[in-house]
């Protein structure tokens, strides 16, 4: 039995919640603005609710989608601020220069 419908019986007034999937095309159109966020700001690493809040979802659901990017080696987390010290429950992130570099030597217009 699924947990709204239990908590449903338990809790009569209870509001059902019911999450939407998200169908792959969308997951990577929404990966494709996370990337596209960090490109064009460079320079500066975010947190993970900074970027949520830019493609508007979740935390949870960014988190995710971030650890996913990072495994296929387009972003790197960084678990250190500017003194050294690591971060205990937040994480950065950014785009790898080595990517950046291909990304631009892709994208050169040739002569």
């Known amino acids: 039995m699924p947990i709204t419908l239990l908590v449903k019986l338990i809790i009569p007034d209870y ?4 999450m939407v999937r998200l169908s792959n095309q969308l997951i990577n159109l929404i990966k494709d603005d996370i990337i596209t966020y960090l490109y064009n700001n460079q320079l500066k ?15 949870e659901f960014t988190l995710k ?9 387009l972003i790197e987390q960084i678990n250190k601020n500017k003194l050294g010290k690591n971060y205990l429950a937040r994480v950065k992130w950014r785009i790898p220069p080595d990517v950046i570099k291909a990304y631009e030597q892709r994208n050169k217009p040739s002569n």
């Open 15 to 18: 509001p059902l919640i019911y």
């Open 45 to 59: 690493s975010y947190f993970t609710n900074q970027i949520a809040k830019e493609v508007r979802r979740d935390n």
């Open 65 to 73: 989608l971030l650890i996913e990017l990072k495994q296929q080696g």
